[in-house]
């Protein structure tokens, strides 16, 4: 199943993957989903905020439904699974409880968040914070991306009303309990030798932009002494992250950086660096960033506090997902909008599936097939177990 998708969205030069939300090769992914819904007779709705979603029954506030899902954007240059795998599993897992003859007792939905990567306009996992009220409409139509175009901007382009964004009580309230399936973004099941396992915890993580600014001059003519070149003060960013964060133990990261106006032979005027921090405890990581804002104007563009999912939601995933034998409970330093959901106060949880390098976030990720497949039987099993 996932076949069909290996194209969209694929540079060839490095066989990475651009899906960028509401771009074209989204938009594709979006006509996917929806033809995978049709082909199974199942009902699909798109919510006020663009998330997606597939039901095999109705789902009401007196009989919320069980969900699976994940999304299908990509961050620049990502692997296949990271989103898609969750997503395939939960139609092929949908598949197995129709072929087992099961009759769920209440709605089974399967969903696709809207840009869950935050890879265009800086903010991640914008659908299900729209959805759940975390993120106000407001500042999210004002996000812009690269190109200067606001998320307003581009959900009018694909024929989205930006007024209908905001908390969705309606459809959130269809959603009993949430298991989203996700490659690994790790080596945990490598280490315990199992393909399948359950989260625990997500930890508390946010990006924050620094503005240095400078003045602009001549790269030849300008002498040392008398350049406000804002690439100093950004250099020493960096190296600081990397100090603060072994002092801490926590892991920050600058992936994201904007010269401006980014000729060789001139003197920068701005730049914008973007840095992801995240660890296993709060006031680490708000140590972290606190210590390195020598010099910049720093926004903060997102924030998720720690994540604990529902132990006793997790334990019998563990439990269900590992037939005689629970399946490893892990921790883990990515997001995910099962994390949003979690905090909103949906029942939720999460299954991991063993990649052999851990590498993600790259075209380098990978999860084996026979793997994958243990993840879908996981995945029904667990469904078949919470809707009965
Ligand atoms: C998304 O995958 C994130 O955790 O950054
Ligand atoms: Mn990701
Ligand atoms: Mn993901
Ligand atoms: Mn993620």
Redesign the pocket.
């Known amino acids: 199943m996932l076949e069909p998708l290996a194209h969209i969205g694929r540079d060839p030069r490095t066989g990475g993957y651009l899906r960028d939300a509401w771009s074209p090769a989204d938009l594709e992914l979006r006509e996917w989903f929806a033809g995978e819904a049709a082909r199974r007779g199942l009902d699909l709705r798109e919510d006020r905020n663009g998330n997606l979603w597939a039901w095999w029954g109705d789902p009401s506030p007196s009989r919320p439904g069980v969900v699976t899902g994940s999304h299908l954007d990509s961050?620049r240059q990502g692997g296949a699974y990271?989103g898609p795998l969750g997503v395939v599993s939960a139609f092929a897992a949908l598949d197995v409880l129709r072929e087992r003859g099961v009759q769920p007792s209440v709605p089974v939905g399967v969903a696709c968040f809207t840009d869950?990567?935050?890879a265009r306009f800086g903010v991640?996992c914008v659908g299900s914070r729209l959805l759940t009220g975390v993120l106000a409409p407001e500042r999210a139509l004002g996000l812009t991306d690269d190109e200067g175009d606001t998320l307003a901007d581009v959900l009018r382009k694909a024929g989205r009303d930006p007024d209908a964004l905001g908390r969705d009580d309606e459809t959130l309230r269809g959603v009993g309990v949430f298991v989203e399936l996700h490659v690994e973004?790790g080596r945990g099941l490598v280490t315990e030798g199992r393909p399948v396992g359950v989260a625990r915890a997500i930890w508390p993580?946010g990006r924050w932009r620094f503005d240095f600014r400078g003045r602009a001059d001549h790269a030849g003519t300008t002498r040392l002494a008398d350049r406000d070149d804002p690439m100093m003060p950004f250099a020493r960013l960096v190296l600081a992250a990397r100090e603060e964060a072994e002092r801490l133990g926590v892991v920050a990261t600058v992936g994201k950086v904007r010269v401006s106006p980014g000729n060789a032979n001139a003197i920068p005027g701005l730049v914008s660096a973007w840095l992801?921090a995240r660890g296993p405890g709060e006031r680490a990581v708000r140590e972290l960033v606190a210590a390195l804002t020598g010099g910049a104007a720093v926004h903060e563009e997102s924030w998720t506090p720690e994540v604990r999912f529902d132990a006793a939601l997790r334990d019998r995933l563990a439990r269900v997902a590992g037939g005689g034998e629970p399946v490893p409970i892990l921790p883990t330093?990515?997001?995910?909008d099962a994390g949003i959901l979690a905090a909103a106060g949906v029942p939720s949880a999460m299954l991991f599936v063993r990649n052999p390098t851990g590498v993600?976030?790259s075209p380098q990720e990978h999860a084996e097939r026979a793997d994958c497949e243990a993840g879908v039987v996981a995945l029904a099993d667990v469904l078949e177990d919470l809707c009965r």
């Open positions: 961050v990271d869950e990567e935050g991640p973004q993580h992801d330093g990515a997001g995910h993600s976030h």
